[in-house]
């Protein structure tokens, strides 16, 4: 697997901490969390190639390992022995013996197989995610703060910006970094579609993805 980049969020600073006079470091940092879980949500920017899993007869239920500090925002491909499995939407479906054809998210990080694997094989299951940080994250990808550092600082900058009565409290100024962030995520969001976020990847070689 490719070892992925980290930085950390007091990396991202020098983007924030200027507009923010006398505002605790901390705060900004836990600003900065909560504007990359949002930015990463909202873009799918931070893609995931899990690594091949075992499937086991008559086991349905199957977790995806994520990096550190990472959740799974929402899954983008299920791929059963290198076919794209459809989802099936939230009727109730009976366990029953046969070769995967479709698949439902029980929850971020989970997914049910239908119908449920025969037999055991080694090596069948793989998906793609979309990360994003978890909310007690140390650190994020180097490459949201080289790529869109900006976007997410703007993010944090309109929340704290909105505090009332502190040094830092600039109502006016919150709405324009809000608009900025909103734009910049709107803009990518786009362009992650345009560019096939749910298009079908070589996943036979896992890591990660941007």
């Not at 086991?59 to 500090?69: K, L, W």
């Not at 449920?116 to 090596?123: G, I, M, V």
């Not at 703007?154 to 409290?169: I, T, Y």
């Amino acid at each position: 697997m490719v070892k992925l980049l980290t930085s950390g969020w007091r990396e991202f600073l020098p983007l924030a901490q200027p507009a923010l006079p006398r505002c605790p470091v901390p705060q900004i940092i836990s600003e900065l969390r909560n504007s990359a879980i949002k930015f990463c949500k909202q873009t799918r920017v931070w893609r995931h190639v899990s690594d091949l899993m075992d499937v086991y007869e008559g086991e349905c239920r199957y977790v995806f390992v994520t990096p550190p500090d990472a959740t799974v925002a929402d899954t983008l491909e299920v791929r059963f022995n290198d076919y794209s499995l459809l989802e099936m939407d939230d009727r109730v479906v009976r366990d029953e013996p046969g070769v995967p054809g479709y698949y439902q998210i029980e929850e971020p990080g989970f997914v049910r197989l239908i119908p449920c694997p025969r037999e055991d094989q080694a090596a069948m299951l793989q998906t793609v995610n979309a990360l994003a940080p978890s909310v007690t994250a140390a650190t994020c990808p180097k490459f949201l703060l080289e790529t869109y550092g900006l976007a997410i600082a703007a993010g944090a900058k309109a929340e704290l910006m909105l505090v009332p009565d502190k040094d830092w409290s600039d109502p006016a100024r919150s709405q324009l970094e809000q608009r900025k962030f909103d734009g910049d995520m709107a803009e990518i969001r786009v362009r992650e579609m345009r560019g096939g976020t749910n298009r079908k990847l070589e996943m036979r070689n896992s890591g990660n993805y941007f």
